[in-house]
């Protein structure tokens, strides 16, 4: 979540969920809340009952819009200038939150005079180079201050900033780093405390959302001045000393090409009205499904360890001092990175991780470009991938563009699908929608699939890391049936499986495998391992054989053991923390007493900003953690995120480094500069500032630039990636995609479900009464959707909850709405809505563009067999979109012959 | 524990009035159980809050092991109905909640009250988004989900504002509403069905002959007959639940509290309380449905706070238990009846008295 890490210094919601029922007034933008986190939305229903006002801004009108008191129908793919427009309004009127601007924001910092912005060069921030798609950031750092601590080897930082320059280390993306621990800067900032210097951080942002008048908004969202006026006024009635706004987001905001912006803008904005860090404010980042905040925390990113420290890159980081070099002397607590990263070496590799082996830091495999996920599909396809795991996953349904999914997963050796049911992923190669057209046979296939029964959320124990960083322990309700296993049952046995066989070997590239710690304690007739001995690794050991209480107990010198660094504490005094359950009736309001959360237990983050600069709460009605003068440390309602005793008029003395430099008004702890960064000097490929880009496949002319798209957008071109043309007439018609409450993502937990399949029981796609008559649809019928990938069919829902928008200049953009879930397998069964999607990356994130692109659509039922392939065929021809044939199992026949390693 | 009773208030004689219309203070007792029996439980259902996430729906089918089923009540059926999200479609044998999902929406004029800039006299609306033309008729609206005919004017809680046109969602989870007057307990020949010590009105799988006279008799068209096996169903407020002290499972499931179970009078209480609440907000339209005991059923045991005409809801608006009149019916019957008699008996004697 860079959006997030960039702008506070971790990429988790700031807030929790019980803590929006102290909210005054709740937008929710990019997420249908009532649908998709109905147990969480009880929340927002008791901030209604409580006389909240509830706005959800969303093109749909869903579950979420039907009990808020303002439903926005804004078009998709805006919600930077209508968020940019909330930004100048806030701007022009002073009604931002001034106090708490110039102590905890970077307003006041200046930014380098190099810095060009995109009011200033149509679009584009400086540095932008055209043959790479990507920015040189360097134009975009402060104003150089003091020059305090640039680092103790000068001369390594310098040459680490050149390789970062190198287009494979740009590739294997630093935008996602910032899970704990805002991005590096070389020094704090020049700073104008009256914000008048037209290069401080406040003037540019002045000048940079100037564009971003009413009427604009009103041009590019299509929505009336009226609607947009009424949001802003709850908005900003609701923001100051007394009362709080809350902005809740989820996947319709980061499934996007500029999909960090948009998280960007809004922070941006709630830094400026002072809603982050105190009761009832902040930004609610819901996660997708369970445990998605704990699989980046503890990642399965490829480009993170964990606690969010980096993944060490081939051409950087040859020895620790190398990776650590960084953060060397940084101000802000990853100033202690060397420390986080030696406890997690001596947690993996124990007594073989020594300071004379650097702690065996060779041990870890280094990157050297790109494996994300769609990239990795592609490189699969061409032969560069030999074998793949699919644990919980079902990309053939999941993924954008199922057919180019499935061909990668066709040009394997070998597929582990651990799933519960026997999902599309894994049975593509028999029953694939490919056979049909003759793309893809079984007879010539050669991956070799194994199939291993999952056990369920309820069959193992382990821990859960929700939405709001708490870890809840899960206990074990019923034993799995028959072969079924948990997830550690298999990589324990796989591990140690495979420490036996190679158990003579002298090779030294086997010995990362056989000096890992492998000892974990079994259990029961199955041989278990003990979950809770994992989570005490995580946690942390020091000297004394004790588990570790805080990271901040974390050496640098071996003694101390940590799988984990943010997650250390949740074993604290030998106790499970994360299993506790005290009712909330008999804790306090922040609930510090059901389960752990990270950090340290902090429910909310950032909340020294819930005080003054003097300690003292902004306001009774709102006051949360406080300075406590006779106690001498920081008190409230929650672990205060700061340094217990570190007083408010702290001043760091010269020299200061970690977090002995942030000052006591620095509540940003994990920022090099302690303040929230409403200008990102560092952390993003794609600008310090957001700017409205329309989407990759968009029907509408950027009104704002004469840059149409995001420049630095991440493509996979290939036959079986083509893109549709932006404001093409062949695919006229703008579509999102979106979960139904009665559904699970890609399908494999419900669609075997008769009590969830008969809810919804069949792929449909939802459009206006509008665009029905304009193609002839009709209700409960069939209509086939095309895009220059493929076509698929749906049954029509036509209803008056989806709308057309009518844009200024008199073009009316058409909203087709497609929920996901469906393919072949189980008992509801359809087309699969993502086969119609390209896939286009937010360079950040590497994260699809789901939530926009475009097609057509027509009465009936789509063709069958080799004409299905004629038929999208003759789209893109129409449409000047290269050919989309692919060879023998999605291979390009002309490349066919390209690919190393798997047999074709 | 008291002896259950298995036949209607009517037959007890408990009921001096022997009434089967009107308000009974204490629906259990005129039942047949002891004073000491628990108080009258029941479900609050308030629409207004609820986000039709189905939860009731499965919790209920989960608890009582009920079968799949399509819109149209069909066994291990499926398919879409094209009736918005609503693939339930009705209350049946199968399915024992059903979540109703209505559209309504209606062309505005004048979207917004205007709101200024501050120190702004800006009063204007700009350009209209919907302009004119074909596209902003909802009169010439191609045939599509929105189901509620009648389109009451929009609360300021609850109609949303777009720019052309306002939109409204009504979700509502429709369940028997275990009446004070169960027309389906009174027609029960063989005593399947019960007032259970709860107040409830629950059907008993093992006794149900179904012969089917109860599904004629409830004036809601709750309970329902399995094509495959002849007998009936319908909710039993989880009468198993109730007695080790748990919730009903639907109650227990929703995340918002729409659904509320209790004792009746303390959620009558919390009903009055909430429309009170509304009414203050400006939600002129609020109601309340199955609160008053002087209704056709005597009120209900589930009960609804509505935000629009219950017909809307596909909820009948005035239900009268159908055996309401039965007494009368056997007065006239019975009249009749001695009308006959003495039709024939005169007959008879006329016949007698012209053979003489």
């Known amino acids: ?904 | 524990m008291t002896s259950i009773s298995s036949v209607s208030a009517a037959f007890t004689g408990r009921d001096r009035g022997n009434r089967l219309y009107g308000p009974v203070p204490d629906v259990t007792e005129q039942s047949g159980y002891a004073e000491e029996h628990p108080k009258r439980v029941g479900f609050f259902t308030d629409t207004s809050v609820c986000i039709g996430c189905k939860a009731c729906e499965v919790a209920c089918k989960e608890w009582n092991t009920l079968p799949m089923d399509d819109s149209h009540g069909v066994k291990d059926a499926l398919g879409l109905s094209g009736m918005s999200y609503d693939n339930t479609g009705q209350l049946g044998a199968n399915s024992w909640r059903h979540v109703a999902f209505i559209e309504q929406s209606r062309a505005v004029d004048l979207p917004m009250p205007t709101f200024g800039r501050p120190g702004d006299d800006r009063h204007d609306h700009g350009t209209s988004v919907a302009g004119s033309g074909d596209l902003n008729s909802t009169a010439t609206a191609q045939a599509s989900v929105l189901n509620a005919e009648a389109l009451t004017e929009f609360d300021p809680q609850t109609g949303q504002t777009g720019a052309d046109k306002q939109v409204r969602w009504l979700m509502s989870s429709d369940v028997c509403k275990h009446c004070t007057h169960a027309g389906c307990l009174d027609v029960c020949p063989t005593g399947a069905l019960f007032r259970t010590e709860f107040g409830t009105v629950v059907v008993q799988g093992d006794i149900c002959n179904g012969c089917g006279y109860c599904v004629a008799a409830c004036p809601y068209g709750v309970i329902d007959q399995r094509k495959d096996d002849g007998r009936v169903f319908k909710c039993t407020m989880c009468y198993d639940r109730l007695t080790d002290g748990l919730m009903p499972a639907c109650a227990t499931a929703c995340p918002t509290q729409s659904i509320q179970f209790g004792d009746l009078d303390e959620l009558q209480e919390r009903a009055d309380a909430r429309l009170a609440t509304l009414k203050a907000q400006g939600v002129e339209t609020a109601r309340l449905y199955g609160r008053d005991e002087d209704d056709g059923v005597g009120g209900d045991g589930a009960f609804f706070l509505l935000l629009d005409e219950p017909e809307v809801y596909g909820l009948p608006p005035d239900p009268i238990v159908t055996t309401r009149d039965l007494p009368a019916m056997w007065r006239a019957a019975g009249k009749a009846a001695l009308m006959m008699v003495g039709v024939a008996a005169t007959a008879i004697l006329g016949s007698r008295r012209g053979a003489r």
Not at chain 1, 5 to 23: K, V
Request: aromatic letters at 10%; hydrophobic letters at 35%.
């Open chain 1, 1 to 904: 979540m860079p959006g997030l890490g960039a702008s506070f210094g971790r990429g988790g919601a700031t807030n929790y969920l019980e803590d929006l029922a102290n909210s005054d007034c709740i937008v929710i933008e990019g997420s249908n809340m009532a649908e998709c986190h109905p147990v969480g939305f009880q929340w927002v229903s008791e901030a209604k009952a409580r006389g909240a006002k509830i706005v959800h801004i969303d093109p749909r009108f869903t579950r979420t819009s039907a009990i808020a008191d303002l439903h926005v129908p804004l078009r998709m793919g805006t919600d930077i200038a209508f968020l940019g427009g909330l930004i100048k309004y806030v701007l022009d009127n002073e009604l931002y939150f001034k106090d708490y601007v110039v102590a905890y924001t970077n307003a006041a910092a200046l930014v380098s005079e190099d810095f060009v912005d995109t009011e200033d060069f149509d679009g584009l921030f400086s540095g932008f180079d055209p043959e790479k798609s990507q920015y040189d950031e360097t134009s975009w750092s402060y104003d150089p201050g003091e020059q305090d601590s640039a680092t103790e080897h000068p001369g390594e930082a310098a040459s680490q900033e050149d390789e970062e320059d190198s287009p494979e280390v740009q590739a294997s993306d630093r935008g996602q780093t910032h899970g704990s621990g805002g991005p590096t800067i070389p020094s704090k900032p020049h700073r104008d405390e009256t914000l008048q210097h037209p290069r401080t951080v406040f003037q540019v942002l002045k000048r940079h959302f100037a564009r971003y008048t009413p009427e604009m908004v009103s041009e590019v969202c299509g929505i009336e001045p009226e609607v947009f006026e009424q949001v802003a006024q709850w908005v900003t009635a609701n923001s100051n000393r007394d009362r709080t706004t809350a902005w809740v987001y989820s996947v319709g905001w980061t499934q996007h090409s500029v999909g960090a912006q948009y998280i960007r803008t809004c922070s941006i904005l709630q830094l400026l009205l002072g809603n982050i860090g105190r009761p009832g404010g902040g930004i609610m980042a819901l996660r997708g499904h369970a445990s998605i905040q704990g699989s980046t925390d503890v990642p399965t990113l490829f480009n993170l360890l964990p606690g969010y420290l980096p993944m060490p890159h081939a051409a950087q980081h040859s020895s620790l001092e190398e990776y650590v070099a960084d953060a060397a002397g940084k101000a802000g607590f990853w100033g202690n990175k060397r420390a986080y990263m030696t406890s997690l070496l001596k947690a993996w590799w124990g007594d073989a991780a020594t300071a004379e082996n650097d702690f065996a830091f060779d041990y870890i495999p280094k990157i050297n470009g790109d494996h994300s996920s769609y990239r990795t599909i592609a490189d699969m396809i061409e032969g560069k991938v030999s074998g793949y795991f699919l644990v919980g996953e079902n990309p053939s349904v999941g993924h954008p563009n199922g057919r180019m999914n499935r061909f990668g997963l066709a040009n394997l050796d070998w597929l582990v699908v651990r799933d519960l049911q026997m999902i599309e992923s894994a049975t593509f190669w028999q029953q694939g929608p490919e056979h049909e057209t003759g793309e893809l046979a079984p007879e010539t296939i050669g991956t070799e699939v194994f199939f291993m029964p999952a056990a369920t959320h309820v069959e193992k124990e382990g821990t859960f890391t929700q939405t709001q960083r708490v870890l809840q322990w899960r206990h074990k309700a019923v034993e799995p049936p028959n072969d079924a296993r948990s997830d550690l049952w298999f990589y324990y046995h796989l591990g140690r499986i495979l420490r036996e066989r190679l158990k003579d070997s002298t090779d030294p590239r086997d010995r990362p495998l056989l000096d890992l710690t492998w000892d974990y304690p079994v259990h029961g007739e199955t041989q278990d391992p003990d979950a809770a001995a994992v989570l005490r690794e995580i946690n942390g050991v020091g000297p004394d054989g004790r588990a570790l209480s805080s990271y901040l107990e974390m050496k640098d010198d071996g003694s101390t053991s940590g799988g984990c660094w943010i997650y250390c504490g949740v074993y604290a005094d030998e106790v499970n923390q994360a299993a506790r359950r005290k009712p909330a009736k008999e804790m306090g309001v922040a609930g510090s007493e059901w389960g752990w959360a990270w950090p340290l237990n902090r429910r909310m983050l950032y909340n020294r900003a819930s005080a003054d600069p003097e300690g003292r709460p902004w306001s009774e009605r709102k006051a949360y953690v406080w300075w406590d003068e006779e106690a001498g440390e920081w008190t409230g309602k929650d672990v205060p995120d700061f340094e217990k005793t570190k007083r408010p008029d702290y001043v760091p003395p010269e020299g200061a480094r970690a977090q002995d430099a942030l000052a006591g008004t620095d509540p940003f702890v994990m920022q090099g500069d302690g303040k929230g960064w409403l200008y990102a000097p560092a952390g993003l490929v794609d600008g310090p500032l957001p700017t409205h880009y329309e989407p990759v496949e968009s029907v509408v002319e950027n009104a704002l630039y004469s840059i149409q798209a995001n420049p630095t957008v991440e493509r996979i071109p290939g036959p079986w990636n083509r893109e549709n043309p932006s404001r093409s007439e062949v695919f006229p018609f703008q579509v999102t995609t979106y979960r139904l409450t009665e559904h699970h993502t890609a399908g494999g937990m419900s669609r075997t479900l008769p009590y969830l399949s008969e809810l919804q029981p069949e792929f449909f796609v939802e459009v206006s009464p509008e665009l029905a008559r304009l193609r002839g649809l009709s209700n409960g019928e069939y209509a086939t959707l095309v895009s220059s990938r493929t076509a698929i069919e749906a049954k029509v829902l036509v209803t008056e909850r989806m709308r057309p928008i009518r844009l200024r200049g008199g073009q009316v953009v058409h909203q087709i709405g497609m929920p996901y879930h469906w393919s072949y397998a189980g008992i509801s069964t359809g087309d699969s809505a993502n086969d119609l999607l390209g896939i286009a990356l937010d360079s950040n994130t590497h994260i699809q563009e789901d939530k926009v692109s475009t097609a057509d659509i027509v009465p009936g039922r789509r063709p069958r067999g080799p004409e299905l392939l004629e038929f999208v065929e003759s789209y893109r021809r129409r449409a000047g979109v290269e050919s989309g044939r692919v060879g023998v199992n999605g291979r390009d026949p002309v490349d066919a012959d390209a690919g190393e390693g798997s047999r074709l």
